[in-house]
C-alpha cells in the first residue's frame, strides 16, 4: 500500500471516518517488511550462541578440502580470541607455528602483535584474530587468489557472527583481499574503509614491522587512530 493512501486512510480516520482498516493495512505492511527486510546487523546474539556458531564454524572449517593447501597443513587456523569482540584483527595466513598449533599469531609475528595490542590497553582475549586464509600456504608463499576466495565465505560468516564495530586489517594481502584492489599499503593506511558496513582500518603485518623496524611507529600511528575511531564509534551509540 502506497503511503499517500495509508495517509489519506488515516486523515480520514482522523475526520472521524469508521470503519477503515488503517490498522490491518499497518499490520499487513510490518509483516511484509519483516519478510523481507535484510537482517539488520544490530540484531542482538548473545555472546554464548556466537560461541556456539562460531565453534560450529571451525568444525566446518577442520573438515574444508575446498583448496590445496588442506593436504599439507598441519591444523586449520579458524581464529581465536571473543566471540562477542568489537575490534576485530585479520591477518594474512597462518605460517608455522600457527599451523603447529591452529592459533593465530603465535609465533614471533603474533608476539610483536600482542605487544602492539598491549600499547593501546588491549588484552588479545577482547579482541578477535583471524586471517584471510585459515591454511597455511607452503613456505608461507602468498596466498593465491583462488585460495582467497575459496576461504572468504568462512570470514565473511565469522564478521557476520562476531559483528565487530571495527576492523584492523594487518598487512597488504589482507587490506587487498578485502578491499579488492592493488593499492600498495603505504597508500591505504590512515584512511576509514567500510567492509560490509563495518569500518575499517589497515596497518603494516607485524611480520613487515619485524623486517623493518622504521614500520613500527606508523604501526603505533595507525592502532591509534583505531582506537580514536573506535570510541567515537562508542560515543555515537550513547
Ligand atoms: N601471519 C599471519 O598473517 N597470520 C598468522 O596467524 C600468523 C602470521
Known amino acids: 500500500m502506497r503511503n499517500e493512501v495509508k495517509n489519506y486512510l488515516r486523515y480520514l480516520a482522523d475526520m472521524g471516518e469508521k470503519d477503515l482498516p488503517v490498522g490491518e493495512i499497518e499490520a499487513a505492511q510490518r509483516e511484509k517488511q519483516a519478510q523481507t527486510a535484510p537482517k539488520k546487523r544490530t540484531q542482538k546474539v548473545s555472546a554464548g550462541d556466537k560461541g556456539r556458531l562460531l565453534g560450529e564454524l571451525a568444525e566446518q572449517i577442520a573438515r574444508c578440502t575446498k583448496c590445496e593447501l588442506h593436504r599439507t597443513r598441519t591444523n586449520t587456523v579458524p581464529g581465536a580470541g571473543n566471540p562477542d569482540a568489537d575490534i ?10 600457527e599451523d603447529a598449533t591452529g592459533i593465530p599469531f603465535v609465533g614471533r609475528a603474533g608476539k ?3 605487544k602492539f595490542l598491549a600499547a593501546i590497553d588491549i588484552d588479545r582475549d577482547e579482541v578477535f584474530i583471524a586471517n584471510v586464509l585459515k591454511c597455511r600456504p607452503p613456505n608461507n608463499r602468498d596466498p593465491l587468489p583462488s585460495e582467497e576466495a575459496a576461504c572468504m565465505p568462512y570470514l565473511l ?8 564495530k571495527i576492523i584492523c586489517c594487518l598487512g597488504r594481502v589482507a587490506a587487498q583481499a578485502l578491499l579488492k ?3 600498495p599499503l603505504s597508500k591505504m593506511r590512515g584512511q576509514m574503509f567500510s567492509f560490509h558496513s563495518i569500518p575499517m582500518i589497515v596497518t603494516y603485518h607485524p611480520a613487515a614491522v619485524l623486517r623493518n ?26
Open 88 to 97: 576485530m584483527f585479520i591477518g594474512e595466513a597462518p605460517g608455522a607455528d
Open 112 to 114: 610483536l602483535l600482542d
Open 157 to 164: 560468516r565469522q564478521i557476520e557472527i562476531i559483528q565487530p
Open 181 to 183: 584492489t592493488k593499492a
Open 213 to 238: 623496524d622504521r614500520l613500527k611507529r606508523f604501526v603505533m600511528d595507525d592502532l591509534r587512530f583505531l582506537m580514536s575511531k573506535y570510541e567515537e564509534i562508542l560515543e555515537g551509540e550513547g
